[in-house]
């Protein structure tokens, strides 16, 4: 009988920013569908998600080449194998280009392009010998187009869209497969510090989307599951947009 569930049981997955809107629904979607997970965040809220035998969390900064290393080691010890990076860990900036100093495009850019390129440069080197894995990049609409206020922002999520087509050119051949998703607003806690009600702020941007919403996060889980899962088995080097029609605009 065909198996109509999305092939995810039994399988490794890493979840970076596991604390924040988009990373705490995928780690539950993908311990639903059988997944065990290694979770991380800086924040140690993190903490509260361990779970004996399905979760296990680690406190640290994705910018640090250091917990990139130490969080692939974890995995390996706790369940043996890698099988999916969900590399997710990120941070924004609103300020336009002539506010945005050295040191906002330094943090942004460490988080954002740096963070996951060493939390890749790790994954692939945990997936090589087992024949193959999937990687998946939560990248964004400003991968491809402008938004006023997110110079530093946007050139990070830029660079994650170009990063995860070389890590699919160069790994393809053994297996492993590299996707980036292009999520349009989605109403998370992510402008907090910044704004007054960062959901009610995100939410306000739904006009600017074809579907005239912004999204949930449990949305962009859906598409990590599908992009890490072996039924997107021929989906490679793409950014995956879900964005509720904000590019078609
Ligand atoms: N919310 C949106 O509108 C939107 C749109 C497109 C893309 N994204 C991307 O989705 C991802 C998740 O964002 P979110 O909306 O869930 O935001 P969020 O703020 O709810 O979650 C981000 C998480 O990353 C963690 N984090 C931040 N810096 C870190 C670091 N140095 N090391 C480890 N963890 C760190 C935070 O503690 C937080 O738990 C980000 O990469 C973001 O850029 C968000």
Redesign the pocket.
Known sequence: MQDLTLGLSGKVAIV?????????STVKLLVAHGVQVVV????P??NEFAQAGKVVALV????EEA?AVRIVQLTLESFGKLDILV??????LNKPLLETSVADWDSIM???AR?YFLHAREAVQAMLPAGGGSIVN?????SIVGMKMTAA?AAS?GAIAQLTQVIALEYGEQGIRANA??????????L?GMVEDSRAT?ASYGHMHALGR??Q?EE?AQTVAWLASPRSSFVTGALVMADGGYTAM
Request: proline share 2%; glycine share 18%; no cysteine.
């Open positions: 970076t920013g596991a604390a924040g809107g988009i990373g705490r991380e965040d800086i924040n809220a993190v640290g900064d994705a910018a917990t590399n997710n860990a990120g941070k924004t460490a988080i954002n963070g939560v990248a964004s609409i400003v922002y999520k998703i292009g999520a349009g607003v989605i109403e998370t806690d992510i907090s995100l912004v999204g996060p962009i």
